[in-house]
């Protein structure tokens, strides 16, 4: 979670955030649809929650979430670059 200054009902903006994240089944790169990796889907014991974004396991990430795998590559969504091919 960033450190950014926050509205007094983040809670409930970032429960609906949580929300949303779960209807953004996939991602496409250059046209070509990936489907999502959701939390604790190949990595095990994990806490119940992811410990950036909140959602629990098998639920999807918020989007940008630092924990986050790329569904190309594996490595962190942020940071491997396909990110910013997809739409
Ligand atoms: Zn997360
Ligand atoms: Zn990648």
Redesign the pocket.
């Known amino acids: 979670m960033s450190t950014e200054r926050l509205p007094e009902n983040w809670r409930e903006v970032w429960a609906q955030r949580q929300r949303l994240a779960q209807l953004i089944k996939q991602v496409s790169y250059f046209n070509v649809p990936f489907m999502r990796k959701a ?1 604790g889907t190949h990595e095990h014991d994990l806490p119940e929650q ?6 629990q396991l098998g639920e999807l ?2 989007i940008g ?4 795998r790329c569904p190309i590559c594996a490595r962190q969504f942020i940071v491997c670059g396909h990110r910013e091919a997809t739409a």
């Open positions: 939390y992811c410990n950036d974004c909140g959602v990430h918020v979430c630092a924990n986050e």
